[in-house]
């Protein structure tokens, strides 16, 4: 047959191929069409293919198949740039009983079952590539779905499950070259995909992923695989591509059981996406998270530095934003031991800050209020805080330390930390009266509790003036309790022991409560004869 080079076809814009019009339109509906219309001189002919899928590789392939009359090799690597380049030119007429190239395409795509994982991970690349083209996309999902196929539906899977079908392509992939001696752990084994579907863009891990939940895989390992995409992407990117990538990644790990991902590496994406200046959607997608599992993170994953412009030296910002979507869900819903642990990290957090200059009290006390009092045994540690937040604060007013110490719940401070306060100087005085008075009522209401005691005998603190049992109270004297051995019954241990701790520091505490007392005496009888400085008590301090 005589081949005549009378048509020029530029495939957009790319490169020009002169080819017979003749024996590419018998097979092309497209070029078919748009030769019958044409009413030029038939050798000045040019046609020009804008988004032709794959470009000039793709349109040399297909003239390759018209030029030996609908024979040619349709493998796994170029299966998918015939297949979208079939669709575009309409190459669906037979021509001389040949099968035209679609339905040649349409039959190998039969086969890829018994595609090999490199074969597969070249189609899914062609196909990516070949992104937006729509007849891609069901190329896409057939790969996708024959690869998730493949992978561990759980951390205690199988080595790579590579066919025995020869490895055609011509990529080098690390699950076929990997050694077998790396595979011997469940984790290896579990995980020996990540690094091969690196070739994948953002879009295509999405579609991934989505496929990945529907077969039930394993969500840690989901999790995992996304850190490691971030990770491993993030540092070969540009600066638009990274944010793209780790807003990807969030929304990704979003739709996961949260109780499979991990905290500590949330706090990594946390610390790279607050320099990218991500969408507000992923950032606070990201802090639900984070916030939804608070109790698992450390004192270093909250020392986030403030974003430029802020004076303070950490975020704390960030912090209240992820304790109020830690206490969103509920305080019903977090356990005790859950609130506890958040409640101390907080504490240990709070004493990191208060010696910032630049922290203005407002955000201390918006950190110290943020817990509901039931998250804390004890208050010392967040009393240690305020000490060093209001010595390092020496400009801070009466009412604004007031503000900062109505947080105190007296009854859960120590019998030490009562005397510290009550010599404390810089702490309002009315601070340390009440917490003295709360002191007294908590020791009246322990010796109230060991009314059932036999004995009281041979104090170590004062025994000569001990007698053959306890004094009584009365409610008009102060409060002064010598304890000797006591007798408490098997379910009372925990209290005789907290007795016994603190019958030595009684006589101290009876002594500065007076002296309190009596400055709280002066102090009253000075505000009143100035009705201008007049000042009342906040309510959760009285």
């Known amino acids: 047959m005589e081949v005549h080079c009378d048509l020029e076809v530029d495939v957009n814009g790319e490169e020009s191929f002169m080819v017979d019009k003749k024996i590419i339109a018998s097979y092309s509906g497209k070029l078919s069409k748009l030769l019958g219309k044409s009413k030029a001189n038939s050798r000045n002919l040019k046609v020009v293919l804008h988004d032709f899928p794959g470009g000039a590789e793709s349109f040399e392939l297909i003239s390759r198949f018209c030029y030996n009359h609908g024979s040619t090799d349709i493998t796994p690597s170029n299966i998918s740039l015939l297949y979208c380049a079939a669709q575009f030119m309409e190459m669906n007429n037979s021509v001389t009983g040949t099968h035209n190239l679609l339905e040649k395409a349409e039959k190998s795509f039969e086969a ?7 074969e597969l991970l070249m189609a899914l690349k062609q196909c990516q590539d070949l992104l937006p083209a729509a007849n891609s996309l069901s190329l896409l999902e057939k790969c996708l779905d024959t690869l998730v196929a493949r992978l561990p539906l759980t951390s205690e899977a199988s080595p790579c499950p590579s066919t025995s079908s020869p490895d055609s392509s011509g990529i080098r992939f690390s699950c076929d070259t990997r050694s077998t001696e790396s595979l011997k752990t469940s984790s ?3 995980t020996w995909w990540f690094e091969d579907l690196l070739v994948l863009g953002p879009n295509l891990v999405e579609m991934l992923v989505k496929s990945m939940i529907s077969r039930k895989l394993d969500h840690v390992i989901i999790s995992r695989f996304l850190f490691y995409y971030q990770k491993s992407k993030f540092y070969t990117a540009k600066s638009d591509a990274k944010r793209t990538i780790v807003e990807r990644v969030i929304d990704m790990l979003y739709i996961l059981d949260q109780s499979c991902v991990s905290c500590k590496s949330l706090f990594g994406i946390l610390r790279v996406a607050l320099n990218l200046n991500i969408n507000k959607s992923s950032r606070n997608k990201l802090e639900s998270m984070i916030g939804s599992q608070l109790d698992q993170a450390i004192l270093d994953n909250l020392l986030v530095p403030s974003p430029r412009g802020i004076n303070y030296l950490y975020d704390v910002n960030l912090v209240l934003r992820l304790l109020k979507s830690f206490l969103s869900g509920g305080i019903c819903q977090a356990s005790p031991t859950r609130l506890r642990r958040v409640a101390a990290l907080l504490d240990l957090y709070m004493a990191e800050v208060a010696p910032d200059p630049c ?34 604060h020496a400009g801070l007013s009466e009412e604004e330390k007031m503000k900062i110490c109505c947080v105190l719940n007296y009854e859960k401070l120590s019998s030490q930390t009562c005397i510290h306060l009550s010599q404390n100087k810089n702490f309002p005085s009315k601070v340390a009266v009440q917490a003295l008075l709360s002191q007294q009522l908590k020791l009246k209401s322990l010796l ?15 025994a000569s003036e001990v007698g ?14 010598y304890a000797g051995k006591l007798n408490l019954s098997a379910d009372n241990e925990k209290l005789r ?33 100035s009705h201008s400085h007049t000042r009342s008590v906040p309510k959760l301090c009285s």
């Not at 804390?376 to 937040?389: I, N, Q, T, W």
């Open 112 to 118: 890829i079952r018994y595609w090999t994982w490199s």
């Open 188 to 190: 290896s084994r579990a």
């Open 359 to 392: 922290l203005k009290p407002s955000k201390f006390v918006a950190l110290a209020m943020v817990m509901p009092d039931s998250a804390r045994d004890s208050y010392d540690e967040l009393y240690h805080a305020m000490d060093m937040y209001i010595e390092v």
């Open 448 to 462: 109230h509790a060991t009314n059932n005691s036999k004995s009281y005998a041979d104090s170590p603190c004062s």
């Open 468 to 481: 053959n049992g306890g004094r009584k109270f009365d409610a008009n004297e102060q409060l002064v309790l």
């Open 497 to 529: 022991a907290h007795l016994q701790g603190m019958q030595c520091r009684v006589m101290e505490l009876e002594k500065l409560c007076k002296k309190m007392q009596t400055q709280m005496a002066k102090f009253t009888k000075s505000k009143a004869s």
